[in-house]
C-alpha cells in the first residue's frame, strides 16, 4: 500500500499481471510468437489470358504513376508490355493520350510490323521503332519503359554514365548504358531502331544522349521502377555536381549493393508501393 502523508485512506498501488518470465507474453490477447506472413512476390498464373490482363494492368498503373510524377510530356513517352502468348506483339499507351487518363481498355496491340491489331488509335511511331527492336534483340524483356523526364533529359546531355554517389544510384552500377548513336535525333526509322538496340543488348537501363532515359525490366513493375529510380538518380547527380564533386562509393561496395537492389526481384517489389497507391487514388484504370 501506498501511505499518504494527510491521513486519508492508502492507494493501493498498480496491480501489474503477472508475466510467466519464461512465456512469450501477449499482447491484447495475441500471443508474441512468430506469426505466419503474407507472401510478397511476383505472382503466378493459371492461364495466358489471367497473365495478359495482369501485364495490361500493371501498365495502365505504370502510365498513370509517370504521369503523376510530371514525366508526361505531349506525345512523347511510352511504355509497351509483351503480349505472353505472341512474344512478337506488344502492349502499348496510345499516341497522344495523356498518361493520367489511360485505362486498361485503351491500350493499343501492336506487332513488330507497327500495326496496330488491337486498338482503334494510332501509335507512337517512335514507340513503336525502338520498342519493337528492343524486344526483338532481347527475348528476356518484357517491358521497356521511356519518357522525357526532366532530369533524365538534362542528365542526357552531359553525354555519361550515372555514378555510385548513393545507395540508390547503385542500382545501375555496371548495369546501364551511353548511347551516343541517332542521339537528338527524333528516332523514326527502322534502322535507326535496329541501332539503338544493338548497342543495348544487356542491361536494365539506358542514357541515350541528347533524349533521355530508357529502362527495361523482366515485369512491367520492375522496368517501371528503374525508370523511376534512374531519374531520381540523375536528379541527384545533377543536384550534387552542382554544389561541388561528389564523391564516389566504393567499387566493392558500389558492386555488394547492386547484387541486393538491383535485382529483378527487387525492381518488382520497388514497383509495389506506388500500385497501391495508385490503385487506391485511380481505380478507373483498370476499366
Known amino acids: 500500500m501506498h501511505i499518504r502523508q494527510d491521513g486519508a485512506k492508502p492507494l493501493p498501488l ?3 499481471r503477472m508475466v510467466d518470465p519464461h512465456g512469450p507474453g501477449a499482447i491484447d490477447g495475441i500471443p508474441l510468437t512468430a506469426k505466419p506472413l503474407r507472401e510478397l512476390a511476383p505472382p503466378r498464373f493459371n492461364t495466358v489470358a489471367e497473365e495478359r490482363l495482369h501485364r495490361k494492368q500493371r501498365l ?15 506525345v512523347a513517352g ?29 491500350l493499343l496491340l501492336v506487332n513488330h510490323a507497327g500495326e496496330v491489331v488491337i486498338g482503334d488509335r494510332p501509335v507512337n511511331r517512335a514507340a513503336f521503332v525502338l520498342h519493337a527492336a528492343i524486344h526483338a534483340r532481347r527475348p528476356e524483356v518484357i517491358a521497356a519503359a521511356h519518357a522525357h523526364s526532366p532530369y533524365g533529359k538534362a542528365f542526357a546531355s552531359l553525354g555519361k554514365r550515372l555514378d555510385p554517389i548513393t ?20 528516332v523514326l526509322e527502322e534502322a535507326s531502331g535496329r541501332t539503338f538496340a544493338g548497342h543495348f543488348l544487356t542491361g536494365k537501363a539506358a542514357i541515350h544522349q541528347n533524349h533521355g532515359l530508357f529502362t527495361v525490366g523482366e515485369s512491367v513493375d520492375a522496368a517501371a521502377f528503374w525508370f523511376i529510380a534512374m531519374e531520381r538518380c540523375c536528379q541527384s547527380q545533377l543536384l550534387a555536381e552542382a ?25 518488382w517489389f520497388g514497383f509495389q508501393s506506388f500500385w497501391e497507391d495508385i490503385l487506391h487514388s485511380d481505380p478507373d484504370l483498370l476499366e
Open 60 to 74: 495502365a498503373g505504370a502510365l498513370r504513376i509517370f504521369g503523376r510524377l510530371g514525366f508526361g510530356e505531349g
Open 167 to 186: 545507395q540508390d544510384c547503385c542500382i545501375f552500377f555496371n548495369d546501364h548504358q551511353l548511347i551516343q548513336a541517332d542521339g537528338g535525333k527524333v
Open 78 to 106: 511510352h511504355i509497351t508490355a509483351r503480349d505472353p502468348e505472341f512474344p512478337d506483339h506488344f502492349w502499348v499507351n496510345p499516341f497522344a493520350l495523356s498518361f493520367n487518363r489511360v485505362r486498361v481498355s485503351d
Open 243 to 267: 554544389a561541388g564533386t561528389p564523391a564516389l562509393i566504393r567499387q566493392e561496395w558500389a558492386t555488394y549493393t547492386h547484387s541486393n537492389i538491383g535485382t529483378a526481384q527487387a525492381g
Open 14 to 16: 498498480p496491480c501489474h
